[in-house]
């Protein structure tokens, strides 16, 4: 199972806010092998993981770590891509901030987590989920997408005063005071999550392009489109699906993942005996393929990876992931960094 994947349309978004920014991003995006072809793919993604590599990189090279406020700025309709289309077509910001997480998954997975939008007392919480705990590889992702949601609603609407607020998970990082120019509202570090609090009277605030026909054609087209996407997963990967955001500090049993699923936990036992599986070997192979993506794919200490997890200990973890791929995580780990870096290399010098 993996981290999760994403259109390559935010990847087009990050070069053109390089570009913005002064800079030439072609020689960093032709070391990830991502050439205009590939850019202009309607079905391609790129893991995560990569995507994350790849934003470290023109952070470092360009000393923008800003990045992903910047690529916010910059967010519209074509790239956010079929959500992002819905929303223009949307009544209102309620329905637009709505259609932008209910339909995420057009765009991106998460194999932790998901979007969402809810209301609390009158006011609009669009939330974001990232992985955690946080460093220099995934920060810029929260401050995309943030930054990206209320740049795109602010135009829909054409007003810019519509957020209370803005939460973040992670401290206040060294370029907090950039904050201000992206977002005109308080900015709270070091939150319980990461959201935009959009003001009560503003969710009625029509769309300016809104237009109920074509509305109602793009969400019929949207529906079709996830529903072909979750008949293309077998009950296994919906299973999986499930395991990973109940992972966090625990080990999820039969009847949490039953519950998420909407059904009894006997159906899914039956429905995976059926596949040729059992729940436990479903719960050990999605920990297992997980582990190996956190310690190939991030900077997480072992620690951080044992209890995301569910392990009660880092040293448990090691034993497990040894008798996984029959080697340590740490040395793991070392051996497949040098050989990224060594293919990366001779990437470029090709």
């Given amino acids: 199972m993996r981290l999760g994947d994403i259109s390559v349309a935010y990847v087009e978004l990050m070069a053109r806010a390089v570009s913005h920014s002064g800079m ?11 050439d205009p072809v590939r850019l202009a793919s309607p079905d391609a993604r790129i893991s995560i993981p990569r995507f994350m590599r790849l934003g470290h990189s023109f952070i470092e090279a360009f000393d923008l770590p800003w990045l992903g406020l910047e690529m916010g700025r910059h967010s519209s309709a074509p790239a956010l891509g079929l959500p992002g289309l819905l929303a223009q077509s949307a009544t209102d910001i309620r329905v637009a901030a709505k259609a932008l997480t209910d339909y995420e998954l057009l765009a991106s997975f998460n194999s932790r987590g998901r979007s969402s939008f809810s209301l609390e ?24 997408v943030l930054s990206g949601w209320y740049h795109f609603l602010s135009v829909l609407c054409g007003r810019k005063d519509i957020l209370q607020r803005v939460e973040v998970e992670f401290p206040a990082p060294e370029y907090a005071s950039r904050y201000s120019d992206y977002f005109p509202c308080e ?69 949490q993942v039953a519950q998420r699923l909407n ?23 999605t920990r297992r393929d997980l582990a190996v993506s956190y310690v190939k794919d991030t900077a997480l200490t072992l620690g951080e990876i044992a209890y995301l997890l569910g392990f009660g200990s880092a040293t448990a973890f090691q034993r497990a992931f040894k008798r996984w791929t029959g080697e340590a995580p740490g040395r793991y780990r070392e051996r497949v960094g040098r050989d990224y870096i060594s293919t990366a290399s001779s990437t470029s010098s090709s």
């Fill in 24 to 34: 030439q991003p072609g020689e960093i995006l032709s070391q990830y092998q991502l």
């Fill in 121 to 144: 007392q009158g006011q609009g919480i669009s939330c974001f989920y990232s992985i955690s705990p946080y460093n220099s590889y995934n920060l810029f992702v929260v401050d995309s």
């Fill in 187 to 255: 900015i709270r570090f070091g939150a319980e999550r990461n959201a935009l609090i959009i003001h009560d009277w503003a969710l009625a605030l029509p769309v300016l392009s809104r237009c109920a026909s074509t509305y109602s054609g793009l969400r019929q087209l949207a529906d079709r489109e996830l529903e072909r996407v979750r008949l293309g997963l077998s009950f296994r990967e919906i299973t999986e699906r499930a395991i990973g955001p109940l992972l966090n500090g625990q080990t999820p049993t039969l009847e």
């Fill in 263 to 285: 059904m009894a936990p006997w159906t899914v036992r039956r429905r995976l005996v059926d596949e040729g599986c059992t729940f436990q070997q479903v719960l050990n192979d």
